[in-house]
């Protein structure tokens, strides 16, 4: 080693260290020059540590700093003194270091940008010179978070008995949902490994070994066309634990999350979380992952409707269609214009656009008033709690589209109104349950399954499992935060009868089942014990507690939305000799 | 849930519990019928627990009993009671439960083996039902270490204040040495992420981002010709440091290994461990990966044999070869046949065969007697401590042949010996330092990197880099223990001017450079600090903490040599939709 090596970092020194003789190693973040002092910022991972020379004492060492550079990486040799002005705002605020030596140990060119929080910086600019951007203190301290989270992570895991199995990555092809991301075999040409969208079948198999509780934080691969906060390659803490009910998975998810606000955030966290069924999330909020931090409850006022004989409505009531609103508290003042780019929402997501009932010094004011007898107008009043200043807004349709259009005009109105700056620090946890097993896919003309196709059917909805099968509720849950889908998982078939019966309801081939889900049945005829288990999101969880909501944020080298690596620019093209080891061959645009 | 959910688990009982009511859940170990009593040993991850159930006072519930087969699962309810027979080689050896009700959860047909370590199980029979191999003891207890392995790294690396990150699985394909493992990319149609052969640029990013101590337990994947101790996904813990040198990195892996061996075996290791120059290692025990459980050292005889006239030896001196042996004590008494297997080895390792010289009833023995002059005889046998009954086992070659030949004679005897049976519980942990830089590939005509292109020279020996850059020496270390290598580092380039000319040293084009590694050129232009590392391999570390020489032992779902998983059978074909999607075909055989 051809430097002084440190013998503290750039963060550890404290009024207490006055007089220590140091060496410290960095990065020169700022050199200050003021006449008659100079001032070098000296910057590690663990903090910032001011070095002094005074240019009239120390004429040789005031003429050698003017060298240094910004992150120029540097050791430096001095003595620990009390600051004469302090700087309360970091740590090591109350000292510096008098410097009598130094070296640099590396130079640095001009970066593209300032080493600094204070600056605005492109996201691609950002991508491309990553190795820069997590230099800055910011976004370096999420991924010190992000490894705080691993730890309590590990640590829950294992007082709860819990035990780290690392599963394969390379795995089979079983698309059933998204798109996975292919292998080409080498000594089996023709053949592919997929990457796994989720270790599920994996770990079901290590209960049926008897593992009775696992637990991994995994990557998991879709091959997706990505959303702004999607990301080809995410991780999850995926866990499954054997002889358990519902409630037993909850728990455990309850904790960790407890656990991890309170070491990560210092608050604390209320458990049991609230339980919402599916249809009531549907019914009150539009939203299987609704956002409780604010209210704008939906309310269904079908009945109330009835005999208005205004043909809008009158035509929902004759389809089984749902009129509902929401009493948006305080915005009667909504302009026109206001209003219908509410009403525009409403059309984006194939409703037919909004009324509305609104409250202003005491009158009732709406162009439904023309329309419908005041009596109605007067109950719907009483039962939505429409106070003078307040608006109404009505939708009418089928109930599906209905609820939907509501759940995205609440939030709509939560943003509208500055509802969101008033909780940005409040969390909002809820489980939704009791959704529905199946969805029908029109595209496929069959069943699909909701969650995944291993996920267990409410044991007193059985019954309807022939006759009614949409109106089956499978015994699956889902962890909502903010409004954000956090994690989610099911109780697992497990029996045989069970899980054939599901592939029976989304009309699998036994010849397709055979091929994709063979060893699982046949894992299953050995004893397989109850069973089940979640994943969350581990991305999404470092988001939410370093409070980003740009998911690159938490990855130490992402993707773009278009799948690029911008630092090490990849993907790439490879050589036709790799090709040909492969067996395969790119297919020429006709 | 439709059983009775476990009070305690199978493997808690104990004596202070008598008298207790408990519910078991588990499997259906054996089922013993004595007649006057019917014992059951219900299993689970955690231990057996005996079920009890007394025929004439329970007629009812030992006819039920009678369904019971292995493997099923069942829920038990009964009371805990002292044994009348005790078993105290299991921890609940000293409790029974007298049975009071029990149901069946789920059925097993007959498993197509015993779920004992008694049985003996083909490996291709273990991996087809590897869910059944996984529920055996001996196998689950490697998994239950593995975790407690993982759970020590993370803490120790934890209170190091180390950071955990997690880099990316769909890289840049950099193949330098071992073939990538290639994953189209469907987005941008022609081109190929590769997954990770290692972290090794990122984590050299992550310390030029200035994270200073980057740990991560990590997948890496090698698409190489399968031996039986390779796997194409195999786990490292991968670790890097800034502002270091060898030492620190040696000290750190060091407090790891002492850690892991103490708290998985109970066992002491020494440290610091011992260290040996890559060119002792080769001169003293033919490899540099010694075993250093037993002795049998080479010993260079060169100088001893100048003048003895031997043909054979003097033409090996005369072009700059080694005469080099090893005593094999006690086996003068090996026969002709036992000899002429040992020349075997030593042509199949491209030697010409051996000479030996022995000492029986204080005579010395030797087809050398005839051609070498006593004296030189009898300083050879003071030289190497030839005692009666010893055999001196002789090379003449060129340098590198002659040791590789000893180092392989040296294991071979050691088997023959029986010296491993003595040793099999010691460990013995070294160092290997000091390793050339580079190595001539005669395959590509031109010196290749004996680590990676990225490992440091060692500063004392960068005089000689122009002029003969075989003799540089790295800054490279490798860690092994009795004979395997676990793992290895080296202090790496970091400043531009150093990693620029190791790619020129290795002849390779400024264009292929910045396509490969332009992005940790330009990284290495910012102020990179001083930074090294190490890998450390977690398969091979299980291995050896749980005593097996089978990596398929201690990976969950491992392949075959052949890259097959024999329980989900893939690699599998996919669908043509899939493969148009990504843009490539498969190559017809022609």
Request: proline share 4%; hydrophobic share 40%; charged share 30%.
């Amino acid at each position: 080693m051809n430097f002084p090596k440190r013998s503290v970092t750039c963060g550890e020194l404290r009024i207490e260290n006055v007089g220590l003789e140091v060496v410290l190693n960095g990065w020169v973040a700022t050199v200050r020059d003021m006449g008659g002092l100079i001032f070098i910022d000296l910057r590690d991972r663990y903090g910032i540590t001011q070095l002094v020379v005074h240019p009239e004492m120390q004429p040789d060492l005031a003429e050698r700093v003017k060298e240094l550079k910004q992150e120029y990486v540097v050791w430096a040799k001095g003595k620990v003194r009390e600051r004469e002005n302090p700087n309360p705002k970091i740590p090591t605020g109350l000292i510096e270091v008098h410097l009598e030596d130094f070296g640099i140990i590396n130079r640095s060119e001009l970066p593209p940008f300032e080493i600094s929080d204070r600056v605005d910086i492109s996201e691609e600019t950002r991508l491309r010179y990553r190795y820069l951007d997590l230099r800055r203190q910011s976004v370096q301290r999420r991924f010190l978070i992000r490894n705080k989270i691993y730890q309590i992570i590990h640590q829950y895991f294992q007082e709860l008995d819990f035990v780290e199995i690392e599963t394969s990555y390379l795995t089979k092809s079983t698309p059933e949902g998204a798109r996975d991301f292919l292998v080409p075999s080498r000594i089996h040409k023709g053949k592919f490994y997929a990457l796994p969208q989720s270790p599920q079948l994996y770990k079901q198999i290590l209960m049926i070994s008897g593992f009775d509780r696992y637990v991994q934080i995994v990557k998991c691969f879709r091959d997706e066309d990505l959303r702004s906060d999607r990301q080809p390659e995410f991780t999850q803490i995926d866990l499954e634990m054997s002889f358990v009910d519902k409630d037993d998975v909850i728990e455990v998810t309850e904790g960790l999350l407890a656990r991890l606000w309170k070491e990560v955030l210092g608050i604390d966290i209320k458990t049991p979380f609230a339980r919402l069924s599916y249809d009531e999330a549907i019914r009150r909020f539009g939203s299987d992952k609704p956002d409780l931090r604010y209210d704008l409850e939906i309310v269904t006022l079908t009945d109330l409707f009835k005999g208005s004989n205004f043909k809008i409505f009158e035509d929902t009531i004759a389809i089984g269609g749902v009129i509902a609103g929401i009493n948006a508290k305080g915005c009667a003042n909504y302009s026109r214009k206001q209003i219908d780019e509410i009403s525009e929402i409403a059309k984006k997501f194939k409703g037919k656009g909004i009324v509305w009932i609104k409250r202003q010094n005491d009158q009732i004011v709406s162009p439904l008033a023309k329309f419908i007898p005041e009596r109605i107008l007067e109950k719907v009043k009483e039962f939505v709690k429409l106070e003078d200043g307040d608006l109404l807004i009505l939708v009418s349709d089928y109930k599906e589209i209905c609820y939907n259009v509501l759940g995205v005009i609440r939030e709509e109105i939560a943003l509208r109104n500055g509802f969101l700056q008033n909780v940005e620090n409040e969390f909002s946890f809820v489980w939704i349950v009791d959704f529905p097993l199946l969805e029908y896919s029109e595209e496929e003309k069959r069943f699909v399954a909701r969650h995944h196709p291993f996920t267990a059917a409410m044991d007193e909805d059985l019954e309807l499992i022939n006759s009614e099968p949409e109106k089956v509720r499978a015994k699956a849950y889902d962890i909502v935060v903010n409004g954000n889908e956090l994690g989610g998982g099911s109780i697992r078939n497990y029996t045989i009868e069970q899980q054939k019966r599901m592939f029976q309801l989304l009309n699998l081939s036994e010849s397709e089942v055979e091929e994709k889900f063979g060893f699982l049945l046949e894992a299953l005829r050995y004893g397989a014990p109850p069973h089940g288990g979640i994943a969350i999101g581990l991305d999404r969880l470092v988001m939410l507690l370093t409070g980003t909501n740009n998911i690159r944020d938490v990855i130490a080298f992402p993707k773009t939305t278009s799948g690029l690596s911008l630092m090490d620019n990849c993907p790439s093209e490879v050589t036709d000799e790799q090709l040909k080891e492969l067996g395969i061959k790119i297919e020429k645009n006709e």
